[in-house]
């Protein structure tokens, strides 16, 4: 299935800790879950009431407000940052949430400019690895690998301990080398090899 204009569904998920007046909702993972993505709550106590993901905040929590045309968003509030209190959603009373399959929000190329910008004193588009609830990966956030060799904690491509990775990439952008450093000094590298469709086919120690 085509992912490149749709968000997936998300399959009805438990609410781990009460909702709150400040409408963040809390559960086991946020995978797969958007900002501006329109998700709904529902319990065995409360009618389904669709709301909007402003915010996802951890690995396990993230802030709903109002859609789009909602009237408290005429009031020269700002979409993103109005919340909707959803402290009646609780663990007792079953509260969950899932999403339907919906078309992906599209974002404006300043948006997008901004997005991967990174201010001084770096100035480049960030090319830096992260997980996909948005964190770097780093000694505490290890890139995930797995593998047959090795011995000892890490039996991957990665190296056992490191706090930077960075990217060498070919004209047309696509990763060659990935380079990991631990407190400025290299440790060790992921050569990447492509098919002739640019698929990459391989991830080699060098």
Do not use: C, H
């Amino acid at each position: 299935m085509s992912i490149e204009k749709k968000w997936l569904s998300v399959a009805p998920r438990l609410l781990t800790a009460d909702g709150t007046t400040n409408g963040i909702v809390t559960t086991s993972t946020t995978s797969g879950i958007k900002v501006k993505q329109f998700i709904v709550l529902q319990s065995s106590t409360l009618p389904p009431l669709e709301v909007q993901v402003k915010r996802v905040s951890s690995p396990t929590q993230f802030t709903v407000g109002p859609k789009p045309g909602d009237p408290s968003l005429l009031q020269g509030k700002s979409g993103l940052k109005t919340v909707t209190d959803v402290s009646a959603y609780t663990v007792a009373s079953g509260a969950f949430f899932y999403a339907t399959e919906q078309d992906k929000s599209v974002p404006s190329i300043d948006d997008i400019n901004k997005a991967v910008y990174e201010q001084e004193p770096t100035v480049a588009k960030r090319s830096i690895l992260v997980d996909e609830f948005g964190n770097f990966y780093n000694a505490a956030n290890p890139l995930p690998t797995s593998g047959s060799g090795g011995g000892g904690g890490n039996s991957g491509l990665a190296p056992a301990n490191f706090d930077e990775v960075r990217i060498s990439r070919d004209v047309n952008e696509y990763p060659l080398q990935y380079q990991f450093y631990l407190a400025g000094t290299s440790v060790g590298n992921i050569d990447v090899t492509y098919d002739a469709n640019q698929f990459s086919i391989k991830y080699k120690k060098s």
